[in-house]
């Protein structure tokens, strides 16, 4: 009989001769965790199936979820949701207006009290509707400028707005007791971004708000990206914000130093990557070339 991974933990849970028997029902919701589902602390987790990363908070008196994915998936999170808890979801977050963190408003807002987002991320969402029957969205009801906070419970969930990046309504939602922040597409994990300079986003002060975010927060943080080139990189530290950074910095300095040598946008987007970041991955073919093009357009406009 072939033994699963399963059987071959339980069983080295009985063999050990109860020496782990303290932490068995740690194990046991570990083995049976929802599919796309990952725990990350005590009561925090993930949920990876399309789009980007889902946060989560479940206790026995909050629900906080964290971006929405699209209405099949998010209606996949919510059927693992249920065989974790009852409650009514206190509070859907958007980190930012793009389809692949929103389009599961549509899904959750039934099962939500309140959804809350920074107010550049409502009004481009609203901007970007293209007011598709068979795409209907549904928008933040509470909005925000700088911070917003609320108890829930025995945790403090705080949303903040640093200012442009990604794009222009970015936002970093914290879990204080639990020490975990999501900061949605700030941080595309060891893969190339995707640089929104029609919503707002800049390169140029991308870094600056990573900053401001690594000052921000302690070195304990645990921080949930909203894409990385794998699953288990979705989840990280601040090392990983500054790595974010220090990319776009050096990509930022890259093709300033190619315009004034001359060159124009066709033969900076045939570089082969950015010095010291020629081993980054591709999530989608023509990300690295992208890259390089929204660097040009943007530096272009500055020098005009």
């Known amino acids: 009989m072939k033994l699963t991974r399963k059987d071959f933990l339980r069983s080295s849970l009985i063999l050990s001769g109860g020496i782990f028997l303290p932490v068995q029902k740690s194990w046991g919701r570990f083995l049976d965790e929802p599919k796309g589902f990952r725990t990350i602390g005590a009561n925090t987790g993930i949920f990876s199936e399309k789009g980007g990363t889902i946060g989560w908070y479940i206790s026995n008196d909050a629900l906080v979820v964290i971006d929405s994915q699209y209405p099949d998936s998010a209606k996949n999170f919510m059927s693992g949701v249920r065989q974790k ?135 304990e943080t645990k921080f949930i990206f909203g894409h990385s080139i794998s699953d288990d990189l979705l989840v990280g530290s601040a090392d990983d914000l500054r790595n974010m950074a220090n990319y776009l910095t050096a990509l930022h300095e890259f093709v300033a130093s190619e315009i004034k040598k001359g060159k124009n946008k066709e033969e900076i987007a045939s570089a082969p990557g950015v010095p010291g970041f020629i081993d980054l991955k591709e999530r989608w073919n023509g990300a690295q070339k992208m890259n390089l093009e929204k660097a040009y357009d943007e530096l272009s406009k500055e020098i005009k």
């Open 85 to 219: 808890t009852d409650r009514k979801i206190d509070i859907v977050f958007n980190t930012h207006h793009h389809g692949d963190h929103t389009s599961g408003n549509i899904y959750l807002k039934d099962f939500a009290v309140k959804i809350v987002a920074h107010e550049n991320c409502k009004m481009l969402q609203e901007k970007n509707d293209k007011k598709d029957p068979n795409n209907p969205q549904v928008y933040a009801d509470t909005t925000f400028s700088e911070t917003w906070s609320q108890d829930l419970g025995k945790e403090k969930v705080t949303a903040a707005y640093f200012g442009p990046a990604h794009t222009g309504g970015d936002s970093v939602i914290h879990f204080e007791n639990e020490n975990v922040a999501h900061v949605g597409d700030l941080v595309f994990n060891k893969t190339y971004p995707f640089i929104d300079s029609n919503g707002g986003g800049t390169i140029k002060n991308w870094p600056n708000v990573l900053n401001k975010i690594i000052a921000r927060y302690s070195k």
